[in-house]
């Protein structure tokens, strides 16, 4: 398996077409057929349903668009590490609520160090409130929290995305779960809140850290949980369904907050670009893989900073 075809499938991906994709990578479209064959066939599997137009991605092909990604920016940050950093290149210590460390910020990182080669990220999960602690006192640069975020004169807030917080139930358990427990991520206020709108006896809510753990004790029937779509893996456990709440309101927004002198003017609004970038495309691949649950997609949002 070489990169190139690698980054042939990701550029696929972006344009639509193959005859875009090989403007992009400078090779002529029969060499791009040519190389998403040798790629298939090293897999065994079908990367592309050929009986439309224009081409559309497989299942198989979309499951592997994240690892892609990942490989394909590793490999970009080692030519960086090895041709040193270039001007305006640094360190950023990034902090994110667990729900977004699991979701699309892994995308966004590997966005931004294309977008600044030579940029080192270390990402920071915590809660919203150790997160805006360590944001005011200078320990992270920015972090990715959920709101309301209060306006402050030393730290600037810059909304990224709204998004619905869903349900999840066991595939064969009952459709609400009656009587299990509700689990949510820690440090989430939207999260807690929604679980009052799941109607009928109260239940205890039990707040975790781990988002694998979340997922594992659903698939088990041991409880049912309430996260935001963009932290749901893609594509889902065959034993995890997705269920609409039926209260509209229950969405949360994430909000990019940093020092008003902690992070450099570009940084940040490269920064901010990565991140709705890739919070978008996210969603666009969690709609493509929905089944049957009829629950809208993240809106990025595009307000100015407050």
């Given amino acids: 398996m070489n990169l190139k075809s690698l980054e042939i499938l990701l550029a696929i991906d972006r344009s639509g077409s193959f005859a875009e994709a090989g ?25 592309f349903d050929r009986s439309v137009r224009p081409v559309a991605l497989t299942d198989a092909a979309r499951a592997m668009l994240e690892p892609v990604r ?31 460390a699991a979701g699309w910020l892994p995308g966004a990182v590997t966005a931004l160090g294309a977008r600044r080669p030579g940029t080192r990220v270390e990402v920071v999960e915590d809660d919203c409130a150790g997160l805006l602690r360590s944001v005011s006192s200078g320990d992270l640069d920015a972090a990715v929290v959920p709101g309301p975020v209060a306006p402050g004169t030393e730290v600037t807030r810059v909304p990224l ?36 709108h799941l109607g009928g006896a109260r239940r205890p809510v039990v707040h975790l850290d781990s988002i ?15 996260l ?18 039926p209260d509209p309101r229950a969405t949360r927004t994430l909000w990019l907050v940093h020092r008003v002198d902690g992070l450099a003017p570009d940084l940040a609004r490269e920064l901010v670009a990565a991140l709705r970038d890739t919070a978008a495309n996210r969603a666009a691949r969690i709609e493509g893989t929905r089944r049957g649950a009829d629950v809208p997609a993240a809106r990025p949002v595009h307000a100015t900073a407050g």
Avoid at 29 to 40: D, N, V, Y
Avoid at 72 to 97: F, T
């Fill in 212 to 226: 694998e753990v979340v997922l594992g004790l659903v698939a088990r029937g041991m409880g049912v949980a309430l």
């Fill in 161 to 196: 995305l709204t998004e619905r917080v869903v349900l999840l139930t066991a595939t064969t358990g009952a459709t609400g779960g009656a009587g299990l427990p509700v689990l949510c991520s820690k440090g989430e206020r939207a999260l807690g809140a929604a679980a009052r």
């Fill in 228 to 245: 935001p779509e963009g932290a749901l893996p893609v594509p889902l456990p065959v034993e995890v369904a997705v269920r609409p709440l």
């Fill in 23 to 47: 403007r992009q990578v400078g090779l002529s479209q029969p060499a791009i057929s040519m190389q998403i064959k040798g790629l298939e066939g090293e897999l065994g599997v079908e990367l």
């Fill in 70 to 100: 990942a490989i394909v920016g590793l490999v970009e940050l080692l030519h960086g590490l090895a041709s040193g950093p270039p001007p305006g290149a640094g360190n950023l210590r990034l902090g994110a609520v667990p729900t977004a």
